[in-house]
């Protein structure tokens, strides 16, 4: 992240490119390059743009506000403009937060022409009638939208996708801390032996996703679950928001998971507003796709201005962040549904060594994890089914089912051992 | 209500003809006269009841009770008398409320052949030993049954039901608000252009919507959504009673608005008591009829009294009701569900004006209806649907709805535009 | 209770059979014997075991532990043994309880060979380094496994099963009550008329359960309802867990009947450790069985202890246990589902006699009853359905069904009244 955070970032353009290439140190990546104009669905990738300089000065050849100085200062996607003004005809073009006179805002505008400055309300008012100058050095150019995949192949097809936004510029929660954990997950998984394929998508938001979408639609059927991710380093509790049908498999996960961290953790409903959700969930896709943040976008005082930086994360809400996310993904990972092969009474699991010899007292966890499994194992119930309906730990749970498959007591169900044939 | 007061109506008779006559004066209307002796279902149309005079007086000749005091001084449906009687004799055939002492109740005998007088409980106490002349000059004999409707033609032949019973004599939260209300909301459709057709049928309670119904049935499978009306003046909450389905269109929009509404409003559940929701909620209709009522029968000290007078009608009270049913039909008419033409990934709204132009801050509440109404568009969700589940007003979706249409992005689904077509 | 508390019953033997004569005595009872060695699923049935006499002594020839004492003393199903032992040599064979030290525990090895005795705490800490003779006068031999059924004929096949274990020697709660409890039951049925047949199991827990589900496997269809019943004399509130399903009709009519009880009485969801629920609930057999007791098993300090006995248990709570049993029985047998023969509009129940004459205050419950049912009577709503929609009380609907059979106004639904031509 203190890498990532000097440099500015926009939908396209070499700041994309420059965050890429610093995940790409960490993960393998592979990088697609969208040309201006391409049509996406109801948009077209924009001109690509890209900024060498940005300042205003005063008459008196003062700096006023200067790019090099935060990268907020320049509304992202301002067209070039060199130009003398009054402070009347400047003042349209200027951004800053009244109720916060010390803070820059965020602004954009991708799809307008336009051009304009961000500064903290003390900088504007301090502004007298005077003659500024004006320079926005900027290509808004035929070129490419850019965006980065890290796929990691699991023994079936059955995709996990995971999605974060890369298009902000100097902004930590949102979303330096999405693009850093979504990293540290791939690094990972790609050490570990996985059922499902996970994809992660490091991409400008919107138009990112939708570009996405358009050139990967044929594939999509295979993406069981999936996650948008980001603000995950703040102080807020964990929150997960639910996929548009609001009962997908990870929605249930993502309740169960939340449930075992600290209590102000929550689960709230999908609305079509947020990160790239809006796309992946449109009615047209309807992806199985949940968002875990923790403060979501817009609840926080310092979203999206300059107070979004390194003092607002903490390094515990970061690591329980990764924990969540780890979690959600070995649950998806490990759900199975099995059938049990002696399904008529229970099967005797003391002669087998699965129980307790003496009688009389109470049997432990795991014997209870085992009587679970058994009792539920009609090949409808899944793992997460059975975690949901007994309270059992699911870990706990995908043990018993190890024991019992090792005793030839339960298998996986047919669709589930088919699913597996084909790949 | 002021002129319908004195009217004394019963279920059938010239009470209930003036009583039509008098709403004709206002709205359109279509009076039926079905004879008596009709056979309408289970029950048969009873002869037509008509009263010109009916006191008791004591020996001196001084009158105790006179109808020409109080049209509920007469039991309802008495048959004619002229006879001396003892005090005993006499008791059997009156009717009073000892825990009220200055209330007079209001009784009925409509099925079996009898004949009372309803008075105070202070009058009662009065009475002394002596011989009693008692008088009822009525008539029951072949006659009709009266009923009126008001039929509102709408674009569609989908209608919309409101029924409100009309044979309470002097009465004036039951059934006179009841009368006043419909009659007012019929006036106010009348202007308007409406997708629904809606029909106010004014009639006798039970044996009346009884033979509205035999005589309907035929056209019931165009109800779409209907209300039995009545209680409306009191100074107790809305209270919506759901459908005996429990999950009608109507029973959403019940609970929708009432809970725009004071907080004390409340939905209720069915019961097959009532009014006249038990006919049209039989099992043999099931038609999708709820029930608005401030504070329900039986529930309020004045029910079914003389107490039941102006002075416990509240104009606040009316004037929040008539809003309340004014609201309920506004959202079945303009509830429709619509098909978003650009499914796959939100439509760029800002290249068609209705997104704002620089990004970074929130969107505001149209906009959010805009998402909203675009992402739940596939055909399963209704306008209803999306505002039950965003909690965005109703209203407001609608207008995001035209909006949208203007702009080509979505259209009515083909199930409501082929109903339209057909009509 | 007080005859069959002394006697040292196990799964198999003597004992058993015991306890079978002394039902006997009460209800009419067919008992089966079922050789060791028989196959039953993944069981098969194990050697009979037999008791003459167990104890050990100290080198002086003191008695220390004598299964004369208490049938707890030896664990259950203990191989014979004569031996003279080291202190060190007897300790693992000897179970007591540090946190309980004037209770016995209860113990068992029924599958494993092994003998142990069981003792108070403080006998076991005054042991002192000795040699102690130890002597288990055991037979471990072919012989049988034995239960018994008690079988009521009804005018349908329809069963309602109620299984109670019978293999615990000098305890209680756990299992005296429910013998005593059904065996009750039984005797109280057999003098009624009833729809169901009514089949009562005494036998051994989990290899009896299993063993009467191998034999009568082709006729587990006929079972509409069960029950498993046991530890019903406690002071605890009544406890009702639930089938595998959750949603079975002996699952609702628990709930109602334990609502009607004093309010500490609970509903608990099924879970596959207990009772005989167990193998009844296995998923090959899914048998709508729930289980009625009072504390649940392990819920109680004294459970699986000497102290489980008739100090433990109260008069009251028996009878409220044998109470609501009755009460659930009762209601299995009287729901049915109705069809209203006059479903359009209510029917005229003034002229049938069945409403009061005189209209104008409220009805009582018996006409409220008659109007619930008529609505409800689409033959989509059983009696059970409409109590639970309306709040009125079971009884009073089934008298208000009776009373509109009599009319003519309902008759059972087609399903139901074919049910019983079959029959």
Redesign the interface.
Known sequence: MEELYPICRSITGDGVRATLRAIERQIPLVCSEVPSGTR????EVPPEWNIRAAWIKDSGGRTIVDLRDHTLHL?SYSAPVHAHLTLSELLPHL?SLPERPDWI????????K?W?FCLTHRQRQALREDRYEVLIDSDLAAGNLTYGECRIQGETEDEFLIFTHICHPSLCNDNLTGIALATALAREIANERTKLTYRFVFAPG?IG??TW??RN?SRLASVRHGLVVGLLGDRGPLTYKRS?SGVATIDRIGAMVLAGFDQRARCV?F???GYDE??L??????LPVGRLTRTPN?EYAEY?SSADDFRILDRAALSESLRALATILAIADRNETYV?L???????L??RGLFR???????GDFE?AL??L?????GDHSLLDIAE??GVDFELLANAADALIAANLVRPSRLDAERRKIQ
């Open positions: 996406v669905f109801d948009w509304m951004h805002p965020y602004r954009t505008s991708y799809y307008r336009d304009g919107t996703s939708i979408l358009a639609e548009r409903d609305s079509p507003y809006r796309q969930c449109s009615p047209g896709f309807n817009g999206h049990n002696n399904p008529k009474c229970e099967p005797q003391g002669k010899a003496v009688g009389g007292a109470a049997p209870h009587l679970w058994l009792n539920q194992s009609d309906r007994s």
